[in-house]
């Protein structure tokens, strides 16, 4: 890729004088970047520090509070069941993916990606049509003499529509790394004397956990951050952390308060994936590339 | 053909094995013994069935009618993981995610065997491929040749009675080859196993076995010593794959105990004679056929007319193609001492009657070479 | 790997009910879009086309999906330049710099939706942005700035820098070989990285939601506004419209790809 690549022209090498053109290219979506995101996200960061004067009140207000804290768990653990949900719904999907001639593949997915390009929105909305008291689910329930279960407004539902919204994030990482295993490896596990049950835990399984890893990091993620879903399908027993940071700020105009949510998450997100990312990489490295 | 340490091996029976893929007949009626410690090579073109040969003993693919036994018993319907066979692929399928030692020691773990034991006969059979000092290497480490010598570690270490090998040398290059099958030949003389090889280079075939089978679209077309294949071909497509060879093809007349072809107005005769209808044509080693300058008197023999097509130094002979007056090739190999020629030299090519091999014609023989 | 008939029937159910849970839900809203009834209940009631008429007639609606047209295909055209010459840069440049921007050009994917737009809106509010057309512009742009660059970047990795040399030698100038060789080249990359980034636009709703204000509504947060005030099924007219148009250009969208790949050597 770069000018130390022995077959690529050396341009840099040539032309000295030019070596600043890449970063030329680049400094548009730069100096867009550092005032849409980077000016913001510090203005937040201050706003917290500074309001209404400065000092950590925000911070200690909110690791004080018992609400928040409820809240905070609530958010991971909500987080780590939509994770769950995926990985158990992606990882045989992902797998009939690779096993299946291209025609049903095609299908598979189409079944993926279509959801995945559909509105946000409109996805959230079905799921409101679907679990609200007198919405489908209930309707069937209640034809076939069941009396009908509240999903609206509970975690259970939260869960349900967020996996479903995400499930895609989960799915495609899974299926470039299981697209990648060498299903020899599998054949020669049987000549060793594997049954297809144990050659799947002992071979199988770990050469598909980095995709496994991928998927979930992403999925947690994004689950962290989830609004939409959350504000639709949630009640106040349900809230997650980027509700309250709405209220603070949108309602109550803390904007200190709110800050300081607002950089909670954001912290926690970029902790995670800097834990995640030697995981992945030695994973990789696994995996047989360097 | 290798009685002295036959003890550990297992013999396979291969009975009337038919295998077919919808209306493709993957193998037509296969059968062959193979001896317990007998080192056995299938060798043939690609798409001959030695292949799906190899899957049918391993249990990789089922067969769809007839009898295999390994070590006296039916092992149809056995699945892979229960027939306790080595196998060792052309693409090493080396687990990625585990270390060499941890590679070789899998099927003991599988086994249950414990801890100390497994140590002992990873450390032995790696030992025994000369890999013992990468151990703790991950595969992606290794070169080709280093991954293959750990493959065969690991299909060895569980001392099974027979060790498949699918073309394990395929994808490596010819030094390290050569080498890897002096090594591949001293295993086999330590371990005594069964050794089923597969590969389409005929010189691997010759250097390694005890016996070469020769398959050609789905059967079997001779089974014995690389010198009986050589020397005493039963079809044309074996004469034709195993080694070089010059066709001779022209109008047959058989009389008595004779038969004599006319090419282009030219007679050449052999002492012997083809049963049956098919028209004969003979097949010649090149080091039985020799060159003269026209006119050049000599003793009796065949003799046809030619030109030199391509003339090539190769260091301690010389070797030639001569067009023959119908416009076949024939290959020569002379002695540098000899006379020497130069292209478009006029000459004859003279041989001995008795050192022509009669075949019945095939033309397939020649598309499947291609 | 060879698998049970039993294991096989397992797996292609469950798979079966994972692709009716991705699918069936958002099927829910074509019912619903003929409700006769001003409601959401299930099932819905009779049959009529009256929430798609008011779709079309409604200003609060059409402008909403006007706005938003207008929005995402600027922001599409915006975006594809900045992250394909951003996409460019960073493969001509040394890999440490070049990681280190991609990974600060992809912060948009991670950063948390509600803080982006809280930290948004607190600028916008001081720079009068909030409801304007290039404030919705420059934060979507943002975030749409990394599906290119990702879609961009897939296709440089796979082009072969030799052909430039090629080019070059056979007296390109920088320019020409760019739009001759390179440009037709990467130009799949370039063209999925439009899609996506009208698509991120379109479909925008939490940032949108901070700097909307009553004169510019895009479509989503028309819709968010819609369910969460009243049970209004015009909501579910719009998803099927949107659904079907979605369906229709994926769809296409890959049975052309797939016959122009069968159509390569």
Redesign the interface.
């Known amino acids: 890729m770069s000018a130390s690549d022995p077959i690529a022209p050396p341009a840099a090498d040539q032309r000295p004088g030019k070596a600043w053109r890449p970063f030329a290219l680049t400094a548009p979506a730069l100096i867009l970047l550092v005032a849409v995101i980077g000016y913001p996200l510090l203005t937040i960061v201050l706003r917290s520090l500074s309001e209404p004067e400065w000092g950590l009140q925000n911070y200690a207000w909110f690791f004080g509070a018992p609400v928040n804290l409820t809240v905070l768990q609530r958010t991971f653990v909500i987080s780590a069941w939509v994770t769950l949900v995926c990985v158990i719904a992606a990882y045989p999907y992902a797998y009939l993916m690779t096993a299946v001639g291209p025609r049903v593949r095609l299908v598979l997915v189409l079944c993926v990606l279509i959801p995945f390009w559909v509105s946000g929105v409109v996805r959230t909305l079905s799921w409101v049509i679907l679990l609200q008291d007198s919405g489908v689910i209930n309707s069937l329930l209640r034809g076939v003499g069941f009396s009908g279960v509240k999903l609206i407004r509970t975690q259970t539902g939260v869960v349900i529509g967020m996996a479903q919204v995400l499930l895609p994030f989960m799915i495609l990482p899974l299926y470039s790394v299981m697209k990648g295993i060498d299903l020899r490896l599998m054949r020669a596990a049987q000549s060793l004397g594997a049954r297809p049950s144990r050659a799947f835990l002992t071979v199988y399984l770990p050469l598909s956990l980095p995709g496994v890893y991928a998927g979930a990091i992403i999925v947690f993620i994004l689950s962290l951050g989830f609004y939409i879903t959350p504000a639709l399908l949630g009640g106040p027993r349900s809230t997650m952390l980027s509700t309250l940071v709405q209220t603070q700020v949108l309602s109550l105009l803390q904007w200190g308060r709110g800050g300081a949510m607002g950089v909670v998450l954001l912290v926690t997100t970029f902790v995670l994936l800097a834990l995640a990312a030697p995981v992945m990489r030695s994973r990789h490295r696994e995996a047989g590339r360097h | 053909m290798n009685p002295v340490q036959a003890s550990r091996g297992a013999a396979i029976d291969l009975e009337a094995i038919s295998k077919a893929y919808g209306g493709f007949k993957a193998l037509d009626g296969v059968s062959l013994r193979i001896e317990p410690g007998e080192f056995m090579t299938l060798l043939g073109p690609s798409g001959s069935g030695k292949t799906t040969t190899l899957n049918v003993i391993?249990?990789?693919t089922d067969v769809t009618s007839g009898k295999l036994l390994v070590g006296e018993k039916s092992v149809v319907g056995v699945?892979?993981?229960?027939?306790?066979?080595?196998?060792v692929?052309q693409?090493y399928?080396l687990?990625?995610?585990m270390s060499v030692g941890r590679n070789v020691a899998?099927?003991l773990t599988?086994?249950g065997v414990d801890k100390a034991t497994r140590e002992a006969r990873v450390a032995r059979a790696l030992d025994m491929v000369k890999m013992g000092d990468f151990a703790h290497r991950?595969?992606?480490e290794l070169s080709g040749g280093q991954q293959q010598r750990v493959a065969l570690a690991?299909?060895i270490v569980?001392d099974p009675p027979l060790l498949l090998m699918d073309e394990p040398l395929g994808a490596l290059d010819k030094k390290l080859r050569e080498w890897l099958q002096l090594e591949i030949k001293r295993i086999h003389r330590e371990l005594g196993t069964t050794f089923v090889y597969v590969t389409h280079d005929q010189e691997e075939a010759l250097m390694l076995s005890d016996r070469i089978a020769v398959f050609n679209r789905g059967r079997i077309e001779q089974v014995g010593t690389g010198r009986q294949l050589y020397d005493e071909p039963a079809t044309l497509f074996v004469g034709r794959f195993i080694g070089d060879s010059t066709v001779l093809r022209g109008e047959a007349r058989s009389d008595g105990n004779s038969t004599a072809l006319s090419i282009a107005g030219e007679t050449v005769t052999a002492p012997r004679k083809l049963s049956g209808e098919a028209s004969p044509v003979m097949l010649l080693r090149p080091e039985k056929l020799s060159l003269r300058r026209p006119g050049q008197s000599a003793s009796g023999g065949n003799r046809l007319s030619g030109t030199i097509g391509e003339a090539i130094y190769l260091g301690s002979e010389s070797k030639y193609e001569v067009k023959l007056a119908d416009g076949s090739a024939a290959i020569v190999r002379s002695p540098l001492t000899g006379e020497s020629f130069g292209l478009g030299d006029k000459v004859e090519l003279c041989f001995d009657g008795s050192d022509a091999t009669l075949l019945a014609d095939d033309a397939s023989a020649d598309t499947t070479l291609t | 790997m060879e698998m049970k008939p039993l294991t096989r029937v397992l797996l292609g159910l469950v798979c079966l009910l994972v692709a009716i849970w991705l699918v069936a839900p958002t099927l829910v809203v074509v019912p619903m879009s003929f409700n006769e009834n001003k409601s959401l209940a299930f099932p819905p009631q009779g049959f009529s086309w009256q929430w798609y008429q008011n779709f079309a007639t409604n200003p609060d609606w059409s402008n909403a999906f006007l706005n938003s047209l207008k929005v995402a295909s600027i922001v599409a055209v915006l975006a594809t330049v900045l992250g394909t010459l951003a996409a460019f840069g960073l493969d001509r440049m040394k890999a440490r710099p070049a990681n280190l921007l991609r990974m600060l050009m992809l912060t948009p994917m991670v950063v948390p939706g509600v803080v982006l737009a809280i930290g948004i809106y607190a600028v916008y509010l001081d720079t009068q942005l909030v409801g304007t057309l290039i404030g919705f512009v420059l934060a979507h742009t943002i975030l749409a700035l990394p599906f290119v660059l990702i879609a961009v970047s897939a296709s440089l990795e796979v082009f072969d820098r030799r052909l430039e040399t090629a080019a070059a030698s056979l007296g390109a100038g920088a320019l020409t070989t760019f739009r001759t060789v390179t440009l037709p080249l990467i130009a799949p990359g370039v063209l999925s990285g439009l899609l996506f980034a009208f698509a991120t636009s379109f479909d925008e709703i939490v940032v949108s939601l901070f700097i909307t204000n009553p004169y510019l509504k895009t479509l989503p947060v028309q819709i968010f506004a819609s369910i969460t005030r009243d049970a209004d099924p015009t909501v579910a007219a719009v998803g099927t419209i949107l659904l079907f148009a979605t369906t229709i250009l994926i769809g296409g969208g890959m049975l052309l790809l797939g016959r122009e790949r069968k159509g390569r050597p």
Do not use: M, Q
């Open positions: 391993a249990g990789f699945p892979a993981h229960k027939r306790n066979i080595g196998v692929f693409h399928a687990f990625p995610h899998y099927p599988l086994r991950y595969p992606s690991r299909a569980f």
